[in-house]
């Protein structure tokens, strides 16, 4: 009798710390393309979120940390109606993901009406961080990787380029970017390519390309399509033609590099990160990330979730627990800390990353493809931001 009483007394208590866990919890709404076109970066975030929490614990600040995934399908509409109901009904404290410029954009004006932080993980067109006082972002700027491109690109003897890029924020910002900086140096951009965001066809395009006779066709297409470019790059005979393939990171993504073939060694390009740059952080990161996932290899966008969630962690850390967006966001502003990719850390001024970027070539190594880093251009911040000083 007094066994039982006693273990319903202790039923009881587990009961109401465990609700008044949950009422104390810190939830963090998570928006991704789950399904459609964009669904690798979902799947990247997604398993990196999950890696964070399963290395790092469920906690930070003596508070349980609730991500709440919601699929946006890649939609803007969706994502905004999410981010609404994510606010209203579940209270996070955090929105993040934001796996396209759309969906970052629209979900912009809902992080300002709330104050609620909108850590952007994978978005990369420069102006996302103006159009709320409360983005921050950890991923990238495709200023950022553009930019070195060209200046690579004249060092190197490329002359006459034929720019090609997937029709939307980013693909705008990486061809202005990188024309702006290639004739500065010397450079003529020939003809300037673009192709849909949504089920694009590139051989029309790599036509006009081949048909120009470049020295080098300059690339961006959005985490995911890379694959489908190299084919039809190959298809169009592009490979054989002695013009050369020079690209953002997106291109030669670590999600589909391997499959890409034999084809795309040598290619050089420029990002913020490779599953093979050489710390020991990122080593323990890609063998973690590979052994919870069934062998797949970490990409950008992954990055970008691990770093995102960090800085969740690490602000509240800093504001004892407390979750008013005024007092996160003053957190996270000049946080800075070691990530897989290298150091990098958020620029209080413009709420953007500040990161390395390397200059890399795609070599096969024991048997796989890796975009292997040889050059350093260190603590970037997003140039059209910089440029607007
Ligand atoms: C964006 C999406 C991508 O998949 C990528 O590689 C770069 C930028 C974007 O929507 O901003």
Do not use: C
């Not at 950890?138 to 950022?144: G, K």
């Amino acid at each position: 009798m007094v066994r039982r009483q006693l273990a319903a007394a202790l039923a009881a208590v587990a009961l109401l710390s465990s609700a008044a866990q949950a009422e104390d919890a810190v939830k963090v709404g998570l928006i991704l393309p789950m399904t459609g076109q964009q669904a690798s970066t979902g799947k990247q975030i997604d398993a990196a979120v999950k890696l964070y929490q399963a290395v790092n614990g469920s906690t930070a600040a003596g508070k349980k940390i609730e991500v709440i995934l919601k699929d946006d399908t890649g939609v803007a509409d969706v994502a905004k109606r999410l981010a609404q109901e994510l606010v209203v009904n579940d209270k996070v404290a955090f929105l993040a993901g934001f796996g396209l410029t759309p969906i970052a954009l629209a979900v912009a004006p809902i992080a300002t009406q709330a104050k609620v932080p909108e850590v952007v993980m994978a978005a990369g067109t420069s102006s996302i961080t103006d159009a709320s006082p409360f983005v921050v972002r950890t991923s990238f700027t495709l200023a950022q990787s553009a930019v070195p491109m060209a200046e690579w690109a004249v060092k190197n003897g490329i002359n006459k380029v034929v720019t090609l890029v997937s029709d939307f924020g980013p693909g705008i910002d990486a061809e202005k970017s990188f024309t702006e900086r290639f004739k500065s140096d010397g450079g003529t951009v020939i003809e300037s390519l673009r192709v849909p965001l949504r089920s694009p066809d590139f051989s029309p395009v790599l036509q006009k390309a081949a048909d120009a006779k470049p020295d080098a066709v300059f690339v961006f297409v959005p985490s995911g399509q890379g694959a489908q470019f190299v084919k039809q790059f190959v298809e169009r005979g592009l490979d054989k033609s002695g013009i050369k393939l020079i690209a953002t990171g997106d291109v030669t993504d670590d999600d589909q590099l391997n499959g890409m073939g034999d084809v795309v060694i040598g290619v050089i390009n420029t990002h913020n990160y490779s599953a093979a740059h050489d710390s020991a952080a990122n080593k323990a990161f890609v063998d973690a990330f590979k052994k919870a996932n069934a062998g797949m290899r970490p990409n950008f966008m992954a990055v970008g979730g691990w770093d995102g969630m960090h800085l969740i962690y690490e602000a509240l850390k800093m504001t004892g627990g407390a979750t008013d967006g005024d007092t996160l966001l003053a957190a996270m502003k000049g946080m800075a800390w070691e990530s897989p990719r290298g150091p990098i850390s958020i620029d209080p001024q413009t709420r953007d990353i500040v990161q390395n970027i390397y200059v890399r070539k795609v070599e096969k190594k024991d048997g796989e493809l890796y975009n292997v880093e040889f050059a350093t251009i260190p603590n970037v911040k997003d140039p059209v931001k910089a440029a607007k000083k």
